[in-house]
């Protein structure tokens, strides 16, 4: 129970309607979770627009609204805002007590690699001994509760409550996935941060921003708004992250390969397995918690593969170095931790490897076939399912990125699929974005082998496969299901084999 006043001082209130003193049960956004007592936000959606909905939060119980407009035909009390989604993540703050201010909230946000940095980062901090909770893209981790993720990053309302909640079981330390969609919508407003990092940035994510530039401000604002009391953890090899080093107050720790002039260093790397070793230098003196860290090197060695993981586990060893973790722990946690699915995964290793990357876009194809220049193998059959309902120009920048690197791998070859029956009506590839595929390969006298079906594309690359080569299964969603049926169709092939040896 909150007296409604109190929790208003928490907000801007430009105007009421029908002010009242009220006691409130909770707060509600969506019409259909109200609960008799609530106080219910009006809230402006991309698609719909919680005023709308009024009248039904009320009929189940809603007893006053936060609203950026009046409807006086709404006989309850009615507090103008000037935003409403700014204002829920103010009192959904003040609800819950703060609970951010309670933890250290480490929030990481890239084109690429969010999900992974994020959870090599609990499971660094979690191998510590600590209590940790996460937020992602999969799963809300509540210690050791687990909720499956409707969003990268929760509506503030939800995620301030899974906060509280986190403040409540004993949790110390939450690594969060900060999406761009969460920044710009203000989903993140109230959260106190004392980590910040920016590992990447890419073409993506255009049409919800309206431009790049856009996209770029809106992740660009986690660093820049950052405190005074936080650190801000930028990757140099990354020109747009570099690119925030003088821009936020916060105390800022620098990684890079390529760079050697930032806090820490990556050197001697060797990617000939797939699976990366390399050796960590600390450039310059810097502290976390506590922890004085001078000059010196640490070698580490990454059970999950790809050019990529470097760069994500610079940035969570950047993370837990703030966090106090002892280097003895991160390289065990480094070199046990198994990665997230569809991550340049290594899916079968025998007489050829195989392995599965979700190829989102440029930035995403450039760290993966990067990778492969690296690698020691014979052939790579290169199976790319084209992204459906995205558009030519993505499609056209995605087939250019992949024909700079089908180049410079020395490969004339790109097996294609549409994957019709393995894609919803969401993601169904056009035929325009189909067309601007194959031009763009055709310039670039690439042969493809376009398939309609997904089974069909990774059938002909298996039976291409010999001893030594790699098949690199490569998309988004039309991808999505391709390592189990590739690993079926593996299966099968092996019974098939077995059983004519049987016979003979």
């Known amino acids: 129970m909150t007296r409604l006043q109190e929790l208003l001082q928490a907000t801007t209130i430009i105007e009421s309607f029908q002010a009242e003193d009220l006691t409130i049960t909770g707060i509600s956004y969506h019409s259909q979770k109200v609960s008799p007592g609530h106080l219910f936000i009006c809230i402006t959606g991309y698609s719909t627009d919680g005023h709308h909905y009024l009248r039904d ?4 119980g809603a007893v006053a609204a936060i609203v950026e407009r009046i409807q006086e035909d709404v006989p309850i009390p009615q ?7 700014i ?3 103010q009192l959904a703050d003040a609800y819950f007590g703060h609970p951010s201010s309670k933890l250290k909230m480490i929030g990481i946000t890239a084109t690429n690699g969010k999900t992974s940095t994020t959870y090599m980062t609990n499971a660094i901090l979690e191998h510590h001994g600590l209590k940790t909770g996460l937020m992602g893209t999969v799963v809300i981790k509540i210690d050791d509760v687990k909720i499956p993720s409707e969003l990268t990053t929760p509506e503030s309302l939800d995620l ?7 403040v409540d079981r004993g949790v110390s330390h939450v690594s969060m996935e900060v999406s761009s969609a969460a920044l710009e919508s203000h989903r993140v407003e109230t959260v106190d941060y004392d980590i910040v990092c920016f590992n990447n940035l890419s073409r993506e994510h255009i049409d919800s921003h309206g431009t790049f530039e856009n996209y770029f401000e809106a992740k660009a604002s986690l660093i820049k708004r950052a405190g005074e009391h936080s650190y801000a953890v930028l990757n140099l090899d990354n020109e747009y992250a570099a690119s925030l080093v003088d821009q936020t107050r916060a105390k800022v720790v620098t990684y890079g390969l390529k760079s050697s002039e930032g806090t820490l260093h990556c050197k001697d790397l060797d990617l000939s397995t797939g699976r990366a070793k390399f050796t960590v230098e600390i450039m310059k003196p810097f502290e976390g918690d506590g922890v004085v860290y001078t000059p010196s090197e640490f070698r580490v060695e990454l059970r999950i593969p790809g050019l ?10 950047a993370i837990a170095l703030l966090c106090g973790v002892p280097i003895a722990t991160i390289q065990e946690t480094l070199r046990t931790f198994g990665g997230v699915e569809r991550r340049f995964e290594f899916i079968h290793e ?17 760290v993966t076939l990067e990778t492969l220049r690296y690698m020691d193998y014979e052939q790579c059959h290169f199976v790319y399912a084209i992204r459906g309902n995205r558009g030519p120009i993505i499609n056209r920048e995605n087939a250019e990125a992949i024909v700079k690197w089908m180049n410079r791998l020395e490969m004339d070859e790109i097996i294609a699929t549409r994957s019709e029956s393995h ?3 969401n993601n169904t590839v056009s035929d325009e974005e189909a067309d601007v595929f194959m031009e763009v390969m055709a310039e670039a006298n690439i042969d493809v082998k376009l398939y309609r079906e997904l089974p069909d594309a990774i059938s002909y690359a298996l039976s291409k496969a010999e001893r030594g080569d790699v098949i690199l299964l490569a998309g988004c969603q039309g991808m999505d299901p391709g390592a ?14 077995s059983e004519q040896g049987q016979e003979g």
């Open 87 to 89: 204002a829920m993540a």
């Open 57 to 60: 939060a009320v009929r189940s």
């Open 484 to 497: 189990e049926i590739a690993l079926n169709l593996l299966n099968d092939t092996k019974s098939a084999v």
């Open 160 to 166: 301030q409550s899974y906060l509280g909640q986190m």
């Open 79 to 85: 507090y103008v805002v000037p935003n409403s989604r």
């Open 308 to 317: 990529h993981s470097v760069y994500n586990s610079m940035a969570a060893i």
């Open 423 to 425: 894609v919803n009506k």
């Open 350 to 366: 025998d007489e050829f490897i195989m392995i599965d990357d979700h190829f989102a876009n440029p930035g995403n194809i450039d």
